[in-house]
């Protein structure tokens, strides 16, 4: 048996930026919470790695769509069966993977018998003669292959599980309470990025699977691009390095949460993900880690206080939570205070990485609400949303989403948010800007 070395962990850090100060009878206290990983993913071995005593310690399932569209125009499945063998020749010695294929059902194309396969230079090249044989014919159904991709990454005895799934149609044969039932029984199993190839496909069922699942979501417009994406996402998911870390929030009595959201790289509400973990304190996931960092907005409520009070607003630590009940910690946590002043000065200064912050997520609404009000013809609201989402995305230094809004809007003047909407936009361009409108730019320290 070969010899494999163990890949190293990342180390967290937690880092708070708030103004603590609070008026006379204030109760509400905001934070950004700064998660930072390091000497794991990349540089120590990554997902595909596999542990001493020859553990595997991730398992990946492709999903590739097959249904009839698929074949218009035919380049489409060439362009998927040359992006999933791309993906196939990213995955690392010791990754267990199977290829699906999707239509109104799903079907095993790789290595079939209800097995995983294990990456290596035989099984890597067996994948790719199987992809060959892959042919456009059907509908789509995505909760099934969801569903068959959980039975065959749990089968696997492994850290980490993945999906990566490529649609370029509406989930039209199956309810949209199937796909929800779906989601809801994969969450917390594996994650999954997902993809949506040319302009058929629907924006809130692709970034619905990618939020539902902690992955990432975004639009291939032209499918010759598939093979680069592919790859950058199996290169990312080959760099995790943890699995399943939840951010754990404890407050002290007389406290309650408002809100807890990720912030960066992307908008992601978690309040609502909530898993109670012991006295007064919850977990929030956030999915796998390797060498990166992310942001988060805490918002608690606090009892009032007298001036010149202090307390604990509360203590941010990472977990990653046990089958047993119990907790993993990760060596890290912040704390986020609360000081009752008189001094308005300190009181009514905002943080600026929460007043960043709050400038990103207000991006992100505006820009799916003025998407939503142009679809209905309500072209006055829909200026008005767009146009707040050119002032802030200007504001903020959101260069990326600026230039996506410049293809829906004519930008009269940035500072001051008028603009006029396009009498013609192309569709890759609408629906690019919904699909990357939660990715947001970190805050300048």
């Known amino acids: 048996m070969a010899n494999f070395a163990k890949p190293s962990v990342p180390r967290f850090s937690v880092d708070v930026y708030q103004n603590e100060y609070l008026p ?19 540089l120590g071995g990554g997902l595909g790695a596999v542990a001493s005593g020859g553990r595997p310690s991730a398992a990946v399932a492709l999903m590739v769509d097959c249904s009839g569209s698929m074949d218009y125009p035919p380049t489409k499945m060439r362009n998927a069966r040359e992006a999933t063998a791309a993906a196939v020749d990213t995955l690392r010695d010791g990754t267990h993977f199977a290829v699906i294929g999707g239509t109104h059902v799903a079907t095993e194309v790789y290595p079939g018998g209800g097995h995983l396969a294990v990456a290596g230079p ?16 059907g509908g789509t159904a995505i909760g099934a292959w969801l569903r068959l991709a959980d039975r065959l990454l749990s089968s696997a005895d492994v850290t980490l599980r993945h999906g990566i799934l490529l649609t370029d149609g509406r989930n039209e044969h199956e309810s949209p309470q199937d ?24 924006v809130k069922e692709v970034t619905g699977i990618a939020s539902a699942l902690l992955g990432t979501a975004d639009i291939v417009a032209d499918p010759s691009g598939l093979a680069a994406d592919f790859t950058r996402m199996m290169e990312a ?27 960066a790289p992307a908008v992601e509400d978690l309040t609502a993900r909530r898993t109670e973990a012991g006295p007064r304190a919850g977990d929030y996931p956030t999915g796998s880690w390797g060498d990166e960092s ?3 907005h805490l918002c608690v409520e606090v009892p009032p206080a007298g001036l010149g009070r202090e307390m604990l607003a509360a203590r941010v630590s990472l977990v990653v939570p046990q089958a047993d009940g119990t907790a993993q910690g990760l060596g890290a946590q912040g704390l986020v205070r609360a000081v009752w002043t008189d001094d308005m000065t300190a009181s009514t200064a905002i943080s600026p990485q929460v007043a960043h912050y709050t400038g990103q997520a207000e991006l992100a609404q505006v820009i799916k609400q003025g998407l939503d009000l142009r679809k209905v013809g309500d072209f006055d609201g829909a200026t008005a949303k767009l146009g707040r989402a050119v002032q802030l995305a200007s504001a903020s230094g959101n260069a990326d989403t600026a230039k996506l809004l410049s293809k829906v809007v004519d930008v009269v003047d940035a500072a001051t948010g008028t603009v006029r909407l396009k009498t013609r936009v192309a569709e ?15 805050v300048k320290k």
């Open 24 to 42: 006379e009878g204030g109760r509400e206290v905001n934070a950004i919470v700064t998660v930072t990983a390091t000497g794991g993913g990349t």
């Open 122 to 137: 035989a099984t890597r090249e067996e994948a790719k003669q199987a992809l060959r044989r892959l042919t456009a014919g």
């Open 179 to 202: 796909l929800r039932a779906a989601l809801d029984a994969c969450a917390g199993r594996f994650t999954c990025d997902a993809r949506g190839v040319g302009t058929d496909w629907e």
């Open 237 to 263: 998911a080959m760099g995790k390095e943890v699995a399943d870390v939840a951010l754990r929030v404890w407050t002290p009595v007389g406290t309650a949460i408002r809100f807890v959201k990720q912030v």
């Open 294 to 296: 992310r942001d988060y």
């Open 428 to 442: 890759a361009d609408e629906m690019t800007l919904e699909t990357r409108s939660t990715k947001t730019v970190r």
